[in-house]
């Protein structure tokens, strides 16, 4: 389990990077909304194996929350977004 646990926390480590250029370096608004949702994603999926790895089950209502709050921040801001001007 510890092998399995280390392999998918280097992939998820791995992960952020590229989608933490894919925020910086994002040509329009819509790239960066869609790497922070992803961000979001990593996040939690991080904790679900930190929780699997651990025994640990208090943090699943986080791993909901933050599901949550990347869902609606990606809905909020794709509604209201302006269109970028090139």
Not at 45 to 66: F, H, K
């Amino acid at each position: 389990m510890t092998v399995v646990a280390v392999l998918a926390g280097a992939l998820l480590a791995a992960a952020a990077v590229i989608t933490s250029y894919r925020i910086l370096a994002g040509p329009n608004t819509l790239d960066r909304v869609v790497g922070i949702d992803s961000l979001m994603a990593i996040a939690a999926s991080g904790l679900a194996v930190w929780a699997a790895y651990s025994g640990d089950a208090t943090m699943l209502p986080a791993i909901v929350a933050l599901a949550l709050v990347g869902f609606l921040g990606s809905a909020a801001v794709s509604r209201f977004r302006v269109r970028d001007d090139r």
